[in-house]
Nanobody, 125 residues
Framework: QVQLVESGGGLVQAGGSLRLSCAAS????????VGWFRQAPGNEPEFVAV???????YYPDSVKGRFTIFRDNAKNTVDLQMNSLKPEDTAVYYC???????????????????WGQGTRVTVSS
């Protein structure tokens, strides 16, 4: 079992930055894929960033160049640095983790068994 706790959400003006952190406990998850997903009211969960085995990272076009995901295996954390935030980035952000091999798509939220409780990000215009 892996327990995930997100932190770092809050209210920020458009153009500002936030850094979200996902801390894992229960076991080391260095060989897990860790994804950040977000969900705005009335919307489906949206893939935001994924890191797999500290080498492979994936971003949708909507955040590419603005968001960066990176992991610290010594601390058992995966952070999401979000720059140049836009009002459309407003959502609850969740981190998720699981072992996902190359035969499966780590951008698919259905591939993840372990989820945090979410942290809210609000970007004002």
């Amino acid at each position: 079992q892996v327990q995930l706790v997100e932190s770092g959400g809050g209210l920020v003006q458009a153009g500002g930055s936030l850094r979200l952190s996902c801390a894992a406990s229960g076991r080391t998850f260095s060989n897990y894929a860790v994804g950040w997903f977000r969900q705005a009211p009335g919307n489906e969960p949206e893939f935001v960033a994924v890191i797999r085995w500290s080498i492979n990272t994936y971003y949708p076009d909507s955040v590419k160049g603005r968001f960066t995901i990176f992991r610290d295996n010594a601390k058992n954390t995966v952070d999401l640095q979000m720059n140049s935030l836009k009002p459309e980035d407003t959502a609850v952000y969740y981190c998720a983790a699981d072992y996902i091999d190359y035969g499966n798509d780590p951008r698919d939220p259905r591939k993840y068994r372990y989820w945090g409780q979410g942290t809210r990000v609000t970007v004002s215009s």
